[in-house]
Each structure stands twice: as C-alpha cells, then as structure tokens.
C-alpha cells in the first residue's frame, strides 16, 4: 500500500513539473509574439529617423540613434530564438529514415554561403538515422553554424562530423578545432542565454545549444560536450533510436 501511495506521490510529481514546463512554453510563446508588435515600432521609427533626419543631428544623438537600431535587432534575434525554442514542443514529433550524412552536407553548404573564409569539413561514418527530418536539419544548423564560428579565426578551420557505433547505440559528434571553453564551465553550456564567449567577438544570444538540448530530448536522447582551450570542441549525441523513451511532445520542455 505504500508502495502504492508512493508511486502515486511521484507521479504527481511528475504531472505537475509537465505542467510548470507547458504553462512556462505558453509564456514564453506569448511574450516573445506579442512584443514584436512595439519591437517593430521602435525599428520603423528609428529608421525613419536615420534615414530622414541623420544628418541633422549632433554626432553624439546619432550614436545614441544607432545604439537604439542595434538594440532593437539584437531584441529580435532574441525574440525569434525563444520563439523557435517554444514551438520545438508544439510541432509533432514525425519520426522517419533520414539520411543524416546528406542532410549534414546540404545544411553545411548553405551556412558557408554566407562565409568569406574556407572552411575544410570533414565526413565520416555517418549511418542514416531515425528521426524527425525537419527537427534534425534545425540540429545540425545549429552545431555547424557554432562550429564555423568558433573555428572561423584559425588559420586551417576544421570541422568533422561522425558517428561512433558501439552495439546498438550509434553516437554522433560534430567536433571542430576552434577556440574551445574551460570544462568547469561545461554545466552552463546547454542553458538558455548562457553565452561562454563575449559578444563583441562571437555572434549569437546564448540560445542555439539550448535548441540543440530540447530537439535531442524530443528524440529521446542525450547530448554532451568535451573541450580544450584553443583546441576545439566536440559535440556528441544520441537520437534515441527506437523511438521508445522519446519525450512525448505534449510534455517535453
């Protein structure tokens, strides 16, 4: 009988944390759509004024003006993350066979055009998977895009993606020679706005591993991370192959 209460207890333990996790989705939702709306006044406004009147003011109002205008684009791309993070656990999970390999390829080519600098990727072993296609480009955009970046100022940038076959778990990585991180600070890595670089030199909100971590729990899957200080990274993860410990999407967070 105890027992029983027990498993009663944790239980509703557990529907109550979903709970909390799909009542915080909503908000975020609902917050990063709806102050789009005053987002965009402030930028159509200030353009107007940069565009119209630039000239007319004192160079220390125009540096205040563009301030304002960066401001407001770093707002967006904060707005367009969280709300690209909530809708991970709206869309449904659609498992199928994908050519990961291919996939890997394509998203690589088309993140390098917007580079200037050659970047050298390297393929290994790479076995379709089963997966959400759509959940795994948005995956794999993520991991190469912080590649490029992070490897981007080496004289020689190097990224390789591959798999690791052991038995019935297959353990992909995407690991590059770039700056790296100090591994004390490994617990952060994953979290939403966690940033372990400055702005001023590397782009982004803190918000595509954090995308990463929820689309591979989606799956059913784990993702970790091993780096050396101006060496590089190495991303691994698991897609949980058989589908059967998947988060289910309407309690995933």
């Not at 580079?115 to 995956?139: F, R, S, W």
């Not at 700056?179 to 400055?198: A, E, T």
């Not at 702005?199 to 929820?214: F, M, N, Q, R």
Request: with cysteine; hydrophobic share 40%.
């Amino acid at each position: 009988m105890a027992r029983e209460v027990t498993r009663e207890h944790q239980q509703n333990q557990l529907d109550a944390l979903n709970q909390a996790n799909l009542d915080l989705e909503e908000f975020t939702y609902s917050v990063s759509h709806d102050l789009r709306a005053p987002l965009r006044s402030i930028d159509g406004f200030t353009r107007i004024l940069v565009e119209k009147y630039l000239d007319q003011l004192p160079q220390e109002a125009q540096h205040f003006l563009m301030r304002v205008r960066e401001s407001a684009c770093e707002m967006e791309k904060q707005f367009d993350g969280l709300l690209l993070y909530s809708r991970l656990t709206k869309q449904p999970l659609i498992r199928k066979i994908v050519p990961i390999r291919q996939l890997a390829g394509i998203v690589f080519d088309k993140l390098m055009m917007a580079q200037t600098k050659k970047v050298e990727l390297i393929v290994g072993d790479l076995p379709p998977c089963h997966a959400d296609e759509h959940l795994l480009n948005q995956l794999l955009t993520q991991l190469l895009s912080n590649a490029i970046k992070f490897s981007a100022k080496k004289e020689t940038p190097c990224i390789e993606i591959g798999c690791n076959d052991e038995g019935q778990k297959k353990i992909y990585y995407v690991k590059d020679n770039g700056v790296g991180f100090d591994m004390n600070y490994v617990n952060k890595l994953f979290k939403v706005f966690q940033r372990l670089h400055s702005s001023p030199e590397y782009e982004g909100i803190g918000l595509g591993l954090a995308i990463v971590d929820k689309i591979i729990r989606r799956h059913g899957g784990k993702v970790w991370a091993q780096s050396e200080v101006s060496v590089g990274t190495t991303i691994y993860f698991t897609l949980g192959e058989d589908g059967s410990d998947a988060i289910n999407s309407n309690t995933a967070s």
